[in-house]
T-cell receptor, first 117, second 109 residues
Framework: ETGVTQTPRHLVMGMTNKKSLKCEQH?????MYWYKQSAKKPLELMFV???????ENNSVPSRFSPECPNSSHLFLHLHTLQPEDSALYLC????????????????FGAGSRLTVL | RKEVEQDPGPFNVPEGATVAFNCTYS??????FFWYRQDCRKEPKLLMS?????NEDGRFTAQLNRASQYISLLIRDSKLSDSATYLC??????????WGAGTKLIIKP
């Protein structure tokens, strides 16, 4: 497999469920990101991991919990979500920020479309 | 004021025409600039980086105007396959990326 792979592609869950989104990148990148994309809004950065260390947490509610076991894998654990959390969740990877001119270029996965009932 | 602002469109353009749209940014210290393309129900993909001197990639030309704080994207000889949402992205000196909400382009036969 190449690029950035996200699973599941679609997820429907109730407000009391616990689920996880998974992301895997095969690009040799050292930074991984979770973004939320809602209709007609800019992408919202949720979390950044740089060499497995979380470097950014943009005031995301605790019902979203990231996990980065290594530079190639990223998870987003979901618990007691709200209907307004329904959105497309995009994982991305890049070279480590600041490492070179290509560091700001993101490669995205296809996204996980989440519906919270 | 939004940090990165784009006209949401949609821009309805006949096939073969030239279309251009701008993106304004508020942080004068911004360092890097990009256009991404996002097809319906797909992920964003890098279209092109924008360099200070302007750059061209086939039918696509990107320009940066630092004085007025905007970047532009021009598409010549538009194709049906150019229909997509075009996302403007601006990076600051801390490598933080700020995204615009996108401009929707529809190319009509």
């Amino acid at each position: 497999e190449t690029g950035v792979t996200q699973t599941p592609r679609h997820l429907v869950m109730g407000m009391t469920n616990k689920k996880s989104l998974k992301c895997e990148q095969h690009l040799g990148h050292n930074a991984m990101y979770w973004y939320k994309q809602s209709a007609k809004k800019p992408l919202e950065l949720m979390f950044v991991y740089n060499f497995k260390e979380q470097t950014e947490n943009n005031s995301v509610p605790s019902r979203f919990s990231p996990e980065c076991p290594n530079s190639s894998h990223l998870f987003l654990h979901l618990h007691t979500l709200q209907p307004e959390d329904s959105a497309l969740y995009l994982c991305a990877s890049s070279q480590a920020p600041g490492s070179n001119s290509g560091a700001n270029v993101l490669t995205f996965g296809a996204g996980s479309r989440l519906t919270v009932l | 004021r939004k940090e990165v602002e784009q006209d949401p469109g949609p821009f309805n353009v006949p096939e073969g025409a030239t279309v251009a749209f701008n993106c304004t940014y508020s942080n004068s210290a911004s360092q890097s600039f990009f256009w991404y393309r996002q097809d319906c129900r797909k992920e964003p993909k890098l279209l092109m980086s924008v360099y200070s001197s302007g750059n061209e990639d086939g039918r696509f030309t990107a320009q940066l105007n630092r004085a007025s704080q905007y970047i532009s994207l021009l598409i010549r000889d538009s194709k049906l396959s150019d229909s997509a949402t075009y996302l403007c992205v601006v990076g600051d000196s801390n490598y933080q990326l700020i995204w615009g909400a996108g401009t929707k382009l529809i190319i009509k036969p």
